[in-house]
C-alpha cells in the first residue's frame, strides 16, 4: 500500500512570496502519477499539476511548478508570486496508473496555505 | 459538459436511516469513484469501478454500498447511517488512463 505525507500541517506567507509545500510519498511501484489538488473554502478539489513518475523533467503550470525527486520519492510544490486566492488547503496524492491495480488516489492530509495581504 | 454532478449538496439523517447519494457523469469516463473527507485528514477511497457493472471496494468500504449499472451513474448507497459516516462525500471520475481525475462538487451528510 501507498502511504502520502505532508509534514507541514499550515503554512502562512505575505503576497508576492515564493512558498514551497513538501510532501513525501512511500511505494514500491516503479510508474505511477503524483499530483497536487487544491481545496478552497468552496470545498471544490482543484488539480493544480501532475508528474508522470517516468519523466524526468519537472511538471510546471504558470506559478506552479514541482520538484520531483524520484529516488528520494519527495514531490513538493512550489507556488511563485503566490496571491491571495491561493489561500487554500493543499493535497498532495498518488495514483497508480491503469493496469497497475485498480486502487483510487491516495492522499496526505493536507497543508493549510495561508497568503496574506 | 457539466462534468461530474453529486446530489444533494447537503444532508442531515437519523442513525439507522438509509439513504443514496448521487453522482452522474456526462464525459464517458470508465473509472469511478467515492471518497470520504474527515476533519484534518485527505480523501479516502470508499468503493470504486472501472466499468458499468463491475466495482470494488477501497480503502474504507464499510456501511457503504455500491453499483455501477450504466456508465454514467455511479451511486452510493448508506444502508444503516451511523453518526461516524458524518462526513463531505465525494464522487470522481476518470478515463482509464486515469491521468486526471475530475470530482464533484461534494455532499456535506450529517448523521444525528
Known amino acids: 500500500a501507498q502511504t502520502v505525507t505532508q509534514s507541514q500541517p499550515e503554512m502562512s506567507v505575505q503576497e508576492a512570496e515564493t512558498v514551497t509545500l513538501s510532501c513525501t510519498y512511500d511505494?514500491?511501484?516503479?510508474?505511477?502519477?503524483l499530483f497536487w489538488y487544491k481545496q478552497p473554502p468552496s470545498r471544490q478539489m482543484i488539480l493544480v499539476i501532475r508528474q508522470e513518475a517516468y519523466k524526468q523533467q519537472n511538471a510546471t503550470e504558470n506559478r506552479f511548478s514541482v520538484n520531483f525527486q524520484k529516488a528520494a520519492k519527495s514531490f513538493s510544490l512550489k507556488i511563485s508570486d503566490s496571491q491571495l486566492g491561493d489561500t487554500a488547503m493543499y493535497f498532495c496524492a498518488f495514483m497508480k496508473p491503469s493496469g497497475g491495480g485498480a486502487d483510487g488516489l491516495t492522499f496526505g492530509k493536507g497543508t493549510h496555505l495561508i497568503i496574506q495581504p | 459538459n457539466a462534468g461530474v454532478t453529486q446530489t444533494p449538496k447537503f444532508q442531515v439523517l437519523k442513525t439507522g436511516q438509509s439513504m443514496t447519494l448521487q453522482c452522474a457523469q456526462d464525459?464517458?469516463?470508465?473509472?469511478m469513484s467515492w471518497y470520504r473527507q474527515d476533519p484534518g485528514m485527505g480523501l479516502r477511497l470508499i468503493h470504486y469501478s472501472v466499468g458499468a457493472g463491475i466495482t470494488d471496494q477501497g480503502e474504507v468500504p464499510n456501511g457503504y454500498n455500491v453499483s455501477r449499472s450504466t456508465t454514467e451513474d455511479f451511486p452510493l448507497r448508506l444502508l444503516s447511517a451511523a453518526p461516524s459516516q458524518t462526513s463531505v462525500y465525494f464522487c470522481?471520475?476518470?478515463?482509464?488512463?486515469?491521468?486526471?481525475?475530475?470530482f464533484g462538487p461534494g455532499t456535506r451528510l450529517t448523521v444525528l
Open positions: 511505494t514500491s511501484e516503479n510508474n505511477y502519477y
Open positions: 470522481a471520475s476518470s478515463t482509464t488512463t486515469r491521468n486526471e481525475q475530475f
Open positions: 464525459m464517458n469516463h470508465e473509472y
